[in-house]
């Protein structure tokens, strides 16, 4: 603390990232990075890019990454916003968007961001409680609101939400923008890109961090309508010129590029997920259902502060969530099969499994 700071500034309580372990003999579990590199076709653009221009600043619009997501989704170019990770675009888009007379709706089980961009923001909210089984049940939605945020399939409870759901959201709040935050997206789920055609009032977020293996370069997109995108730009235009560097942008459209290594890591990480589900089940585990790359699991007798100790102590890196409600959950990353029968072994050993 220090007298200098503004005075909204000392109220805040920033967020904290799973810990990155300077050490290197840790199987790490607990920030759902993907356990396989990127694209051999990344690495290739990015040792071929002129290191000269370098020199040079960036395309402060990433015109190339625009229009290579424009193709990939089948929406045009002012459908399409870019950031530097969604965290970024999530903080712009909170700014654009939600700060209005009447209160945000958010889960209150969700990505822990977003109430923390709110009091950034000073912007008024409201979270509203999963069900028993961690489903988002939006009749408890049905009420005055300046927005809605979700994560599609949520985190950090691994669930998704019926595409259909999300429909009848978006017609019953007309007059109110639902952002869909699509970070798991391609691990299993339906994406609600198909809704931007019929709808004006959806933001959908994504992340290459996840699923694309490139969670260092930063980069994460909005797709939605052109007036949705026009005041993201306005914003960002306000904030910074050049959110992504000359690297990450020819890094990113050599990552979208590449369907069959997207295809065939992805796959390989469900496959791992579904295995590593029945594993755990079998060994006296509650196991929500997942179409991300991770599991919100809890065991019968065991608090998950204890098993994230034991797991630590055994150079296995987890998520454990002291939030009461989940505090016996643990959120487990999705690794490679080597890693994943590892933990398995690991917990097979403790004395009470
Ligand atoms: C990982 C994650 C993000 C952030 O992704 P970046 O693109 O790396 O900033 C956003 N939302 C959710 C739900 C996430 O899990």
């Known amino acids: 603390m220090s007298k200098y700071w503004s005075p909204a500034i000392r109220q805040l309580t920033p967020y904290v990232p799973g810990e990155q372990p300077k050490v290197d003999n840790l199987i790490k579990l607990n920030t759902n990075e993907n356990p396989y590199p990127p694209s051999p076709r990344v ?3 990015i040792n071929n890019y002129p290191k000269d221009r370098l020199r040079l600043y960036c395309d402060p619009d990433a015109t190339a990454l625009k229009q290579s997501l424009a193709n990939h989704f089948q929406l045009h170019y002012n459908n399409v916003f870019v950031g530097n990770g969604s965290d970024e675009v999530l903080a712009l888009a909170f700014m654009a968007f939600f700060r209005q007379e009447k209160p945000l709706l958010l889960p209150e089980t969700t990505y822990s961001f977003y109430d923390v961009y709110c009091k950034l923001y000073d912007i008024e909210y409201r979270q509203i409680p999963l069900t028993d089984d961690f489903e988002i049940n939006f009749t408890d939605y049905d009420q005055p609101n300046g927005g809605i945020i979700f994560a599609n399939p ?8 019926a595409l259909h759901e999300i429909e009848t959201l978006l017609l019953k709040n007309r007059e109110s923008l639902v952002i869909v935050d699509e970070a798991y997206i391609d691990f299993g789920g339906s994406s609600a890109v198909e809704l931007i ?5 959806v933001l959908v977020i994504q992340t290459f961090s996840k699923s694309r293996s490139l969670a260092g370069l930063r980069i994460g997109f909005a797709l939605g309508h052109e ?7 306005r914003v960002k235009n306000s904030f910074n010129s050049y959110p992504l560097d000359s690297l990450a942008i020819v890094g990113a459209v050599a990552a979208l590029e590449d369907v069959d290594y997207f295809n065939e890591t992805n796959q390989k990480i469900i496959d791992c997920r579904d295995w590593t589900t029945a594993q755990l089940e079998q060994l ?3 196991v929500i259902p997942s179409k991300t790359n991770f599991v919100f699991t809890c065991h019968q007798s065991i608090s998950g502060a204890e098993l994230m100790q034991y797991l630590r102590s055994n150079n296995l890196l ?7 409600g989940i505090e016996n959950f643990l959120r487990i990353t999705i690794g490679t099969a080597a890693e994943m029968q590892t933990l398995i072994e690991t917990l097979k050993q403790h004395p009470q499994i």
């Open 43 to 45: 690495v290739e653009a």
């Open 154 to 161: 949520n985190a950090p409870t691994g669930r998704q939400t």
């Open 197 to 201: 055609h019929n709808y004006d009032n």
């Open 227 to 233: 007036d949705l995108i026009a005041g993201l730009e």
């Open 284 to 286: 006296g585990f509650r």
């Open 318 to 324: 987890v998520r454990h969530f002291s939030k009461p």
